[in-house]
């Protein structure tokens, strides 16, 4: 079952860390949520959260690509470590804006980024920071707020359709 389900995920996602963290999840998922369900039933239950598990990774490869793209607009060309929440804290920094334009520009998006995020109901915003800030998994989130995964799934839909829409009206393009 096991190398099958490596070989599912690996054609859906075609990077092997990828669909070897897939596969445990759904397993860890199987484990902890139907280990007292009868054997018979494993590999059913198995194929549907794998499913899920694929299309939970896709829906993050997703939005963090969104959010990568909106602040990548803010790197230098030649720094893929570049953070660019950090020059914010820290003028002058070589792998800062070059330009006091730039600069400016950058603090200003930044700004509105950061008071749109502030907007945002309670929980949305916890979901979100947490998801795609401290890069924390679903399940953790989950755990962290009290809630179900579902909950948290929503909640980041959420606040990502509702950012994307403010931020487009102010004239950032995602």
């Known amino acids: ?27 860890m998922k199987l484990a902890e949520k139907y280990g007292d369900r009868p054997e018979t039933e494993f590999p059913m239950l198995f194929q549907r959260i794998l499913q899920n598990t694929i299309r939970d990774f896709y829906r993050r490869s997703k939005v963090r690509s969104m959010w990568t793209t909106l602040l990548s607009a803010f790197s230098p060309d030649d720094d893929e470590d570049y953070d660019p929440l950090e020059t914010l804290t ?20 930044l700004n509105i980024i950061d008071d749109e995020i502030k907007k945002l ?22 755990a962290t ?30």
């Open 90 to 109: 820290v003028d002058g920094d070589e792998g800062g804006p070059r330009t006091p334009e730039s600069q400016l520009l950058q603090a200003q998006t």
């Open 121 to 142: 109901p309670t929980r949305q915003r916890e979901a979100f920071l947490m998801r795609y800030w401290e890069d924390m998994d679903v399940a953790e989130t989950a």
């Open 1 to 27: 079952m096991e190398r099958r389900a490596f070989k599912q995920a690996m054609y859906a996602v075609h990077e092997e860390e990828s669909a070897l963290d897939i596969v445990q999840d759904a397993m």
């Open 145 to 174: 707020m009290g809630c179900s995964e579902g909950s948290v799934k929503t909640h980041c839909s959420r606040a990502t359709h509702t950012l994307a829409a403010a931020l487009s009206a102010k004239g950032i393009k995602l």
